[in-house]
């Protein structure tokens, strides 16, 4: 496959409702589109660097500069069989995750629509359908979040995931736990604890949550193990996994019992598939965590978590959880048994509304080989 062309967008989404963190309140979503295009057909990746780098050291544009300064020159007008032949043409560039992962992404789509089968199949999938869950963003009182579960019960997820920070915790897992006892349950603190608020963890552990999701420093795994052990609950990583290297060195440790992977956080589906395997291998069950993407980025996840040791839901919601318009037709949909269907259509499996991504694109660079 000849890579003729390459753009990038840097885009702008406005999200139907605030979403609050430990982290901060975030109004709107800024990501990378990446187009990649050869031999008469084009390749869609999402970069899920954000705005700001709370989350991650990466932003738009850090992302923007290494994509275009040193990944998109590794690969332009390159005949490129395997997305690994794309790896390693930039192994040299360390860390930058989330700028690989947009390329990288594009560059699958691409592969699969090649080879005329679904990303799903390409990447090992074995599901028609995933489970999907929703997380739930820090809300002001116990009522707003009963009422807000009562929603996105009623649309059918599977599973609730609600953000907690130092003070605003307890009450709202207790308040939830007494209206639904048996609810698949679990909480984000994106690091917002230290190991001095472990007798706060021990007292969750009273609620049958599914996991407690990174509650520690945000690259730590040694005081997670720590942690784990005095917890029955199991500490789920997020944040400080980049790697299969980082997903050995937590369970070794036992730092976790679960963990997330969202493929811009690991570089990509390539080291997704090497962790996702490696944690079938050791008995630790994964699920697809979410980063706020459009359609584009949405598709590959949903691609992804069809593999079979996703056993648990994942963050991947109904566009229209997110924004009152997406970028690909059809939106994504949740069904009322609370799955979602894994495309079947060639590649990503959903068409990108080029209006609609005009509209929201904030800036364009076109690389011609
Ligand atoms: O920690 O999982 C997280 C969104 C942005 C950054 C980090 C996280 C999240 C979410 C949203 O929890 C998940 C989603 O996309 O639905
Ligand atoms: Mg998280």
Known sequence: MRIERIELRHIRMELVHPFTTSMGTEYDEEHIIVRIDGEGLTGWGESVAEGTPFYSYETVQTAWHILNDFLIPAVLGKN????QEALDSWSKVRGHMMAKAGIE??????????????????????????????SIGI??????????????????????????????????????????????????ANSAYTLAHAGLFKEMDNY???????????DDIFDHSKLQRLLRTPVCLDESIHSLDDTRAA????????????????????????????????GIPVWHGGMLESGIGRAGNVALASLPNF??????????????????????????????????????????????LEKVTVKKIIHTS
């Open 80 to 83: 490129i069989l395997h997305v």
């Open 105 to 134: 992404a594009a560059l699958w789509d691409l592969m699969a629509k090649s080879e005329q089968i679904s990303l799903s199949k390409m990447l090992g999938g074995v599901r028609e359908k995933i489970d999907v869950g929703v």
């Open 139 to 188: 809300q002001d009182s116990v009522s707003t979040l009963l009422q807000t579960v009562e929603n996105y019960l009623a649309e059918g997820y599977k599973r609730i995931k609600i953000k907690i920070s130092p003070g605003n915790d307890l009450q709202f897992v207790e308040a939830l736990r007494k209206v639904y006892p048996e609810l698949m349950l679990q909480v984000d």
């Open 208 to 218: 049958g949550l599914l996991l407690i999701e990174q509650p520690l420093g945000y």
């Open 251 to 282: 369970i070794e440790l036992d730092s976790c019992r679960i963990i997330n992977i969202k493929p811009g956080r690991v570089g990509g589906f390539t080291e997704s598939k090497l962790i996702h395997d490696y944690c079938a291998e050791h």
């Open 311 to 356: 056993t648990l839901p994942g963050d991947i919601s109904a566009s229209k959880r997110y924004y009152k318009e997406d970028i690909v037709e059809p939106a994504f949909e949740v069904n009322s048994d609370g799955t979602m269907d894994v495309p079947a259509g060639h590649g990503i499996g959903v068409e990108v509304n080029a209006k609609a």
